[in-house]
């Protein structure tokens, strides 16, 4: 059974940064690719970043490219997001997630392609 848990989230001003963190267990992570998704109140979950199972391929949405950064560290069952600049429209609680990467892709931009997810961690952003 894969599990994942994420931590880092929390109150930050416009311009600021936070680094959101998610471990997993059950599983080598390095088998899974892996994304971070998003959801604010009232809207539903969207994508934000894509990674791939050794970190060499990433894909984010427009709305976050150049200011979050996904990472990995296999060795440590680690995914990252990095996110700079955070806006308020950022606010939202963010999900980790590990795809099983049987039908071949190198990373996921869909909720119905990841299996596990993480419980969520909340980022608000403040004006």
């Known amino acids: 059974q894969v599990q994942l848990v994420e931590s880092g989230g929390g109150l930050v001003q416009a311009g600021g940064s936070l680094r959101l963190s998610c471990m997993i267990s059950g599983r080598t992570i390095s088998r899974y690719p892996m994304g971070w998704f998003r959801q604010a109140p009232g809207k539903e979950r969207e994508f934000v970043t894509a990674?791939?199972?050794?970190?060499?391929?990433?894909y984010s949405a427009d709305s976050v490219k150049g200011r979050f950064t996904i990472s990995r560290d296999n060795a440590k069952n680690t995914l990252y997001l990095q996110m700079n600049t955070l806006k308020p429209e950022d606010t939202a609680v963010y999900y980790c997630?590990?795809?099983?990467?049987?039908?071949?892709?190198?990373?996921?931009?869909?909720?119905?392609?990841?299996?596990?997810w993480g419980q969520g961690t909340q980022v608000t952003v403040s004006s």
């Open positions: 990674i791939s199972r050794l970190g060499g391929i990433t």
């Open positions: 997630a590990a795809s099983d990467g049987l039908s071949g892709h190198s990373y996921y931009t869909t909720l119905d392609d990841y299996h596990w």
